[in-house]
């Protein structure tokens, strides 16, 4: 190698890193921290989740990822969709109109069921539409009716909506038992249900469910139903309602979402 280029080698290799370089370090230690302790976060809401603190724009963040192979660890679904037979079911009120102006206006409900060494989990939520929080959520070794109304008493618990609240979901035996239609009729509570066979007249509170095992369920394995419990509620209070950025509520958590609405 000629000498002047040996000399232009190693006057770049001692050169002092300039601002932008500097700048760079600092936000990929930030992205590589918050990429370990939330591995499901994809580009969006990585880069919503540091651009108050950074500013830095979403393609500088993008070619970061790219360059260091940091990548949302999320998991593709199987989405099912389970109905029950009977009548006397409720009117669909919604008619997938999921947008609401107010929190505690109007719920929807679902449940799931979770793998675990000992048999299924079930999980019954209750989520609110204008915040996107999940207000109430039961667990239990058994689908039944007693699941879905421990879930909806611990939203009415916190939250302690006014009359006239909407619950929706799907058309399971379990919404439309006498228990749970007993507690709606007690707290004045207008229940809502999806039409048969339409699965995206709940799609919001499927989107949590995929959302869960997405980013949660399907890294784990669960040996008891303890240990999937105490997982799952740190997602949810730890996690989705503190923490994760929403793109349809202005990249914002639900509980920053709620807390910024004006009565």
Same mark, same amino acid.
């Given at each position: 190698?000629?000498?002047? /280029?040996? !000399? ?5 290799k ?33 880069y919503?989740?540091?651009?108050p ?7 500088? $963040?993008?070619? #970061?990822?790219?360059? @260091?192979?940091?990548?949302? $660890?999320?998991?593709? &679904? ?19 109109? @999921? ?6 206006k ?30 109430? %959520? ?13 879930? #909806?008493? #611990?939203?009415?618990?916190? /939250? ?12 399971? !035996?379990?919404?439309?038992? %006498? ?10 509570? $207008? ?14 509170? =499927?989107? @949590?469910?995929?959302? #869960?095992?997405? =980013? ?12 999937? !419990?105490?997982?799952?509620?740190? %997602?949810? =209070?730890?996690? %989705?309602?503190c &923490? ?20």
């Amino acid at each position: 190698m000629p000498f002047s /280029q040996r !000399c232009n080698y190693y006057e770049r290799k001692h050169r002092k890193q300039g601002k932008r370089g500097e700048a760079n370090q600092k936000l990929l230690r930030a992205l590589v921290t918050v990429h370990e302790k939330y591995p499901a976060m994809g580009l969006d809401s990585i880069y919503h989740f540091l651009k108050p603190e950074y500013g830095s724009s979403r393609a500088r $963040i993008h070619r #970061l990822m790219v360059k @260091f192979n940091i990548h949302s $660890i999320r998991t593709k &679904i199987y989405k099912g969709y389970k109905n029950s037979g009977g009548t006397d079911f409720a009117p669909n009120l919604l008619n997938r109109n @999921f947008v609401t102006d107010a929190p505690n206006k109007i719920w929807v409900g679902d449940i799931t069921y979770i793998p675990t060494l000992e048999g299924w989990l079930y999980l019954a939520v209750v989520k609110d539409l204008f915040s996107k929080k999940i207000v109430g %959520y039961a667990f239990s070794s058994r689908p039944d009716s007693n699941l879905v109304c421990n879930a #909806l008493i #611990l939203a009415l618990n916190r /939250q302690k909506p006014n009359a006239n609240l909407i619950f929706h979901s799907d058309r399971g !035996c379990q919404y439309n038992s %006498y228990a749970f239609k007993t507690l709606l009729s007690k707290y004045n509570i $207008i229940q809502s249900m999806s039409r048969s066979g339409n699965p995206y007249d709940n799609a919001v509170a =499927e989107n @949590f469910f995929s959302c #869960l095992k997405c =980013e949660c369920v399907h890294h784990s394995h669960f040996v008891s139903r303890k240990e999937a !419990c105490t997982t799952l509620f740190s %997602y949810i =209070e730890g996690y %989705y309602n503190c &923490i994760r950025p929403h793109s349809s509520i202005n990249w914002l958590c639900p509980n920053s979402f709620e807390k910024s609405f004006k009565y």
